[in-house]
C-alpha cells in the first residue's frame, strides 16, 4: 500500500496545487502558489511548518511502508481498513477540489491581510466553513490509513493541529476582520470542520 500511498500524494500534489495553481493564475491574474512562502519567524511561517512537517512524515510513512523499512500496526493493518483509507483519499481530495472550484477567485492558500476577498457561502461551504481544509484533512487521514505506521499517524495529527492553527488563529479572523457581522452570523449557523460542530455562539 505505500506504493500506491506515494502515487495518490504525488497525483493530488501535481493536480491540486500544480495544475491548480497554473489555472487560476491564468484565469484570474493571481499566483496563489505565492502564499507558500511565509516570512520565516512569524505566526504564519510556524503554523506552515506545522503542517508541512505533518505532510512530510505521511510521505516518508509511505517510503517506509513501499521499501518495508516499518510495517503497519498489526492493530490496523486489515484490508478493509486500507481500502476504507483510498476511498477516503479519494472522496477527501474530490472534496477539497470541489471546494477550490466553489471559492473561484477567492481561493488561497495562506492569508493576506492587504487583500479584500468575497465571504464565500454557498455550495460546500453551506456545509462547513473550511471544506478545503477538512478535504485535505480527510484526504491525509486516508492515506495514513493505508500505511498506519508509527510515522503516518503521528505526522497526520501533526498536520490536523496546523490546519486547527491555520483556521483558528488567522483565517478566521482575517475574515471577521473583513466581513464583520456576515460572517458572525455565517460562524454561528455553519460548522467550522464537520457539519454542525464548531459553530461560534455570539454575544450582543
Excluded at 491540486?16 to 484570474?28: A, D, F
Excluded at 477567485?105 to 455550495?123: A, C, F, I, K
Excluded at 466553513?129 to 499517524?153: E, F, K
Excluded at 476582520?177 to 461560534?200: C, E, I, M, Q, T
Aim: glycine fraction near 12%.
Amino acid at each position: 500500500m505505500g506504493l500506491l500511498a506515494l502515487v495518490l500524494m504525488t497525483a493530488f500534489l501535481v493536480v491540486g496545487l500544480g495544475v491548480r495553481g497554473w489555472q487560476h493564475r491564468r484565469r484570474y491574474r493571481h499566483n496563489v502558489l505565492g502564499g507558500l512562502k511565509r516570512k520565516p519567524g512569524t505566526k504564519e511561517w510556524y503554523i506552515g511548518k506545522c503542517m508541512g512537517t505533518g505532510a512530510f512524515a505521511i510521505a516518508v510513512a509511505a517510503v517506509l511502508d513501499a521499501t518495508g523499512v516499518l510495517a503497519p500496526l498489526p492493530t490496523l493493518h486489515f484490508t478493509a481498513v486500507e481500502v476504507a483509507g483510498v476511498v477516503m483519499a479519494l472522496v477527501g481530495f474530490a472534496a477539497a477540489e470541489w471546494a477550490v472550484t466553489a471559492m473561484a477567485e477567492t481561493w488561497r492558500v495562506s492569508v493576506d491581510t492587504s487583500e479584500q476577498v468575497r465571504l464565500v457561502t454557498t455550495g460546500p461551504f453551506s456545509l462547513v466553513r473550511n471544506p478545503v481544509y477538512t478535504g485535505l484533512a480527510v484526504t491525509m487521514l486516508g492515506i495514513t490509513l493505508m500505511v498506519a505506521n508509527l510515522v503516518s499517524i503521528p505526522g497526520w495529527i501533526t498536520l490536523a493541529a496546523g490546519l486547527e492553527l491555520q483556521v483558528r488563529l488567522l483565517e478566521e479572523p482575517y475574515l471577521r476582520g473583513l466581513h464583520g457581522k456576515d460572517f458572525d452570523d455565517y460562524s454561528a449557523r455553519v460548522g467550522r470542520f464537520v457539519p454542525g460542530l464548531g459553530r461560534r455562539v455570539h454575544t450582543v
